[in-house]
C-alpha cells in the first residue's frame, strides 16, 4: 500500500520508531497529561480528525474525554499530510476518529497502523451505502462530504457515541444521555434547513460553489448543487469545466456564486470574468464552510453554527 503513497514514507517510519519506544516513554510530562477527571482518573485522549467530528466528541464525551483535532481552520482534508506531532498525537490517544470514505486519503495506511494497536473508528462506516453518493467522477469512491445531510450526520454522531462507550463503560450513562440531547438538537437542524432553503424561489435554487462538498446537501435540502471542481480538490478544473458552468450560470441568470474557506478562491473568480465576458454579473455571494468549520470560539466554530451559518449565507445570497 506504501508504494501508493510514496509521500507516507517518512511518516510511517516515525510511526513504528513512535511505538517502538512507547515502554520506554517518559508519561509525566505535565504538558501532555490531561487534567483528572470526575472520578479522579485522566479523561481518556481522543484524537480526531476534522473539526466536525472533533465538536461530536468534545459533546458527548463531556468531561471524561480530552480531545484534540488534528486539521483546524481552513485546513483542507484532501491534501492534508500528518506531521511528526500528529503522529504523536495518533500515539499517544487512546481513541482515533476519523471522517473515512477517503476523505483523509493521504493518512489512509496510518489508520491502518493505529488500528492494529488501538481503537481507530470511521464514523461513517454505518451510515447505509444506498444513501452514499457515489459521483462517476470519483472513480468508484463514496462521497465523503456526509456531514452536509444532517439526517446523515446523526448517523456518524451515534457511531461516536458508541466508540467513546467501548472505550469507557464506566462513563456510558453519561455519553447516552448527552448524544440524545445532541441527537434532538440536529432533528431540529434538519428541519430548519429544509425550511429555509425552501425560501429560495425554485428557479433560483442553484448552488454554485469551488467543488463538489454540497451534493449531499443538495440532495436533502432540494437545491441544485454544482462545483467547479470534484469531490476532491486534488482535481483542477478545466478549461470545458468553466466553460460549462459559466453557461449554466448565465442560462439560468444565478445571482451569486460561492468561495469556501478551506479552498482557493481563484476558480471561483475564473467563473465570474468567464461570466462577465458574456455580458452577465455574478458576485460572490459568500465565503462557506465546507471540509473545515470556522475558528475555534465562534458559533461557525461549531458543527451546528458552521451548517446554519451556510444555510443563512446561502439564503441571503439568492432569495
Request: aromatic share 6%; net charge negative; charged share 25%.
Amino acid at each position: 500500500m506504501n508504494s501508493k503513497h510514496p509521500h507516507l514514507s517518512f511518516v510511517l517510519t516515525s510511526v513504528f520508531a513512535l511505538i517502538a519506544c512507547l515502554p520506554g516513554c517518559d508519561r509525566s510530562d505535565a504538558a501532555r497529561k490531561p487534567a483528572a477527571g470526575p472520578s479522579g482518573a485522566a479523561p481518556k485522549s481522543v484524537v480526531c480528525t476534522i473539526g466536525m467530528i472533533a465538536d461530536v466528541a468534545a459533546i458527548i464525551g463531556g468531561d471524561r474525554v480530552k480531545v484534540t483535532g488534528i486539521m483546524g481552520e481552513g485546513v483542507d482534508p484532501h491534501l492534508y499530510k500528518a506531521s511528526t506531532g500528529d503522529v504523536r498525537l495518533l500515539t499517544d490517544a487512546d481513541l482515533i476518529l476519523y471522517n473515512g470514505l477517503n476523505l483523509e486519503g493521504k493518512m489512509a495506511d496510518l489508520f491502518v497502523k493505529m488500528a492494529a494497536r488501538k481503537p481507530t473508528v470511521a464514523v461513517t462506516e454505518r451510515i447505509d451505502e444506498t444513501l452514499l453518493r457515489e459521483p462517476p467522477e470519483f472513480a468508484g469512491h463514496f462521497d465523503p462530504h456526509v456531514w452536509f445531510d444532517v439526517s446523515l450526520w446523526i448517523s456518524a454522531v451515534e457511531r461516536t457515541r458508541d466508540a467513546l462507550i467501548a472505550l469507557d463503560a464506566d462513563g456510558a450513562t453519561g455519553y447516552y444521555e448527552r448524544a440524545a440531547t445532541y441527537l434532538k438538537q440536529l432533528e431540529a437542524l434538519h428541519r430548519e434547513c429544509r425550511e429555509q432553503i425552501a425560501l429560495i424561489p425554485r428557479e433560483s435554487r442553484v448552488l454554485i460553489s469551488a467543488h463538489d462538498a454540497f451534493g449531499y446537501f443538495g440532495r436533502a435540502y432540494d437545491i441544485d448543487v454544482r462545483g467547479l471542481q470534484g469531490i476532491s480538490t486534488e482535481s483542477e478544473p478545466s478549461l470545458r469545466d468553466v466553460n460549462s458552468l459559466v453557461d449554466l450560470i448565465v442560462a439560468r441568470k444565478v445571482k451569486a456564486v460561492f468561495v469556501e474557506s478551506s479552498v482557493p478562491a481563484r476558480n471561483v473568480e475564473a467563473l465570474i470574468e468567464g461570466c462577465k465576458s458574456r455580458g452577465h454579473s455574478v458576485r460572490v455571494g459568500g465565503e462557506l464552510f465546507s471540509d473545515a468549520m470556522g475558528r475555534a470560539g465562534t458559533p461557525e466554530g461549531t458543527y451546528i453554527g458552521m451548517v446554519r451559518y451556510n444555510v443563512r449565507t446561502i439564503v441571503d445570497a439568492l432569495k
